[in-house]
């Protein structure tokens, strides 16, 4: 096939795309721009100052509105866990010790008031519909070959793809289609940037089951955008 | 030593994510080096967090950010968030940086 072991060792050794968003769990680097630290604006809010809170609202709105949306799956709901959550973290504040970054803490917070309104909501005579059980993955030979193997490479086509709108699509029906506790888990890690660690925290899960959805929603993800490409 | 496409494929989660103690890496890039199916696995079980990433990557509506100014507005002393940073997109990614690995 003509590749060089220089070929595979860039294939496979590309880590994940740098995150947006600074990692929860890194300490939190001096702002360049001037502005206060979340730190700095924090001990402000636990003394009261409204207006030192409505900076950290103003900074990780956008982030949580992300989380939110993509556990409820509406907006209406991601606007109310949003409006709880933060509401929330004010009553909590003076509480907050700072032994995790802020920012952690709030997606904690937000998570559980997902959580619990998804709860609410399946507990409801006309809830969600119950989610399905099983999740597609890749299917091994009794030899524990892959059967059928992968042969067809969509990786490329999909950068020539990446922002179509077709595959956006398709996309959000894949991971919609995900049982609530593997999409949670794989929108907090691979959407969003969250470590594991944190990611149990938030569930109450152990890391190693945390890495077991993450890693059975990727694949069922995988074979989800195969049928999309043909492959 | 990895002789089954099972074996890696169970142990791509934490490849990934450069979380695989320094053997047990060793002997899946020795089983990658041999298997063209792995490879391809590989690589659009990468793309697939990528495309899934980017995907999902959505704007907060400014109408949202009023209402939940509003909303907090009313239960906070004090608040009132910067209105001329309300309407402003988000810095995301740029797509050179979401379409590597």
């Given at each position: ?5 220089l070929?595979?060792r ?12 600074p990692?929860p769990m890194?300490p ?9 630290t979340d730190?700095?604006?924090v001990?402000?809010?636990q ?32 606007n109310e ?6 509401l ?12 995790s970054?802020?920012?952690s ?14 709860r ?15 999740l ?6 009794s030899?524990?070959?892959l059967?059928?193997?992968p ?5 490329q086509?999909?950068?020539?793809k990446m922002m ?6 398709a996309?959000?029906?894949a ?5 609530e506790?593997y ?25 190693p ?7 059975r929603?990727r ?6 955008l195969?049928?999309?490409?043909g492959? | 030593?990895i ?9 791509l989660g934490d490849?990934?994510e450069?979380?695989l103690?320094p053997?047990?890496e060793?002997a ?8 063209m ?6 690589r659009t ?11 999902l ?7 949202l950010?009023g209402?939940?100014s ?5 239960h ?6 910067p209105?001329?940073k ?7 990614a740029?797509?050179?940086?979401l379409?590597?690995g």
């Amino acid at each position: 096939m003509g590749w060089s072991r220089l070929d595979r060792r860039r294939v496979l050794l590309y880590g994940p795309p740098p995150l947006d968003q600074p990692h929860p769990m890194m300490p939190e680097a001096p702002r360049t721009d001037g502005e206060p630290t979340d730190r700095e604006l924090v001990e402000l809010s636990q003394k009261g100052d409204g207006a030192a809170f409505a900076r950290l609202v103003e900074r990780h709105q956008r982030q949580l509105y992300r989380l939110a949306l993509r556990m409820t799956g509406s907006e209406a709901d991601a606007n109310e866990v949003l409006q709880e959550a933060f509401l929330n973290a004010w009553q909590k504040l003076p509480a907050f010790r700072g032994e995790s970054q802020f920012s952690s803490w709030l997606y904690r917070i937000a998570a559980n008031s997902a959580l619990m309104r998804l709860r609410r909501k399946r507990r409801a005579p006309d809830g969600l519909p119950d989610q399905p059980l099983e999740l597609q993955a890749p299917k091994f030979s009794s030899e524990g070959l892959l059967d059928p193997p992968p042969y067809s490479d969509w990786s490329q086509r999909a950068d020539e793809k990446m922002m179509s709108s077709q595959l956006g699509v398709a996309i959000e029906k894949a991971v919609q289609e995900l049982p609530e506790d593997y999409r949670t888990v794989f929108l907090l890690k691979d959407v969003d940037g969250l470590s594991n660690e944190d990611i149990a925290t938030s569930l109450d899960l152990t890391v190693p089951a945390v890495k077991s959805r993450l890693h059975r929603a990727r694949l069922a993800l995988r074979e989800k955008l195969g049928d999309f490409f043909g492959a | 030593m990895i002789e089954h496409c099972k074996e890696c494929v169970d142990l791509l989660g934490d490849y990934v994510e450069g979380q695989l103690p320094p053997e047990q890496e060793k002997a899946l890039e020795t089983h990658l080096s041999m298997c063209m199916p792995c490879i391809t696995f590989v690589r659009t079980y990468k793309a697939t967090r990528r495309l899934c990433r980017t995907a999902l990557a959505k704007e907060m509506p400014s109408e949202l950010m009023g209402a939940l100014s509003s909303f907090l507005g009313k239960h906070v002393p004090g608040f009132s968030c910067p209105k001329s940073k309300q309407g402003q997109p988000e810095a995301v990614a740029p797509d050179s940086e979401l379409k590597k690995g």
